[in-house]
């Protein structure tokens, strides 16, 4: 069975190239498996939630298993390809595998909710009345994690040195979540490392198929 991920086939223009399919799209380019896409109007249909429980996407599946949750999703991807001898995103190394997990639940835990609460405050609930008020309060916080981040990876190329796995892959994609905000010029061995990542080609590649999605008429079942 080809891998199948499920995801919008139409979202509003502002929230092109933020879905977060399009972290296993990633994934499976980096590693060379293809894949094939299915097209929903509403994650929070009794159908999508039995795959999904919180109605969110992407879900996903394949012939072991039917999951949720993008940082998941990603991180079997790695696996399996590492099992079929593509060990392009997870190190063999026991101690080095759960370094790279570890920052792959640090982009998910540690750093995603402060991007988020961005965009949530000045994008999906801009037009409270305490928004504005409350903005400055959300930078400071985000920027006081970012210091860290930036910190923490200090001159290296890639979060545990000079090979990209799936933390980098997860913290890139949760760091894409401010493109367009100027939030990371603020950040520059940040934005570098981030750039360094969407020049990838695997990501290209990715982030070309996810918008291509929004460019044609809508269609239930889709295909890579």
């Given at each position: ?46 159908e ?80 409270r009345?305490?928004s ?20 923490a ?10 090979d ?20 990371l ?8 490392y981030?750039?360094r ?28």
């Open positions: 069975m080809i891998p199948v991920i499920t995801t919008f086939g139409w979202v509003p223009p502002f929230a092109r190239g933020f879905v977060r399919d399009l972290r296993p799209r990633w994934a499976f380019e980096e590693v060379g498996q293809p894949y094939e896409v299915a097209l929903i109007t509403d994650a929070k249909t009794p999508h939630r039995r795959h999904q429980p919180f109605g969110q996407v992407p879900s996903y599946r394949d012939d072991i298993v039917d999951i949720f949750e993008s940082g998941a999703i990603v991180l079997h991807i790695a696996e399996r390809a590492a099992v079929a001898g593509a060990g392009r995103l997870i190190p063999a190394d026991g101690a080095a595998r759960i370094r790279a997990i570890q920052w792959l639940t640090a982009a998910l835990n540690s750093v995603e909710p402060f991007v988020m609460a961005l965009a949530i405050n000045d994008i999906f609930e801009a037009d009345e305490w504005a008020a409350r903005h400055a309060k959300v930078v400071e916080d985000l920027d006081g994690r970012l210091a860290d981040l930036q910190t990876l200090g001159e290296r190329t890639w979060l545990e040195g000079e990209f796995d799936v933390g980098d892959l997860m913290m890139v994609s949760v760091l894409g979540g401010l493109r367009g905000t100027g939030v010029d603020r950040f520059p061995a940040l934005a570098t981030v750039a990542g969407e020049e990838r080609p695997a990501h290209r590649k990715a982030m070309a198929d996810h918008l291509a999605t929004f460019e044609k008429p809508f269609r239930t079942e889709g295909s890579r």
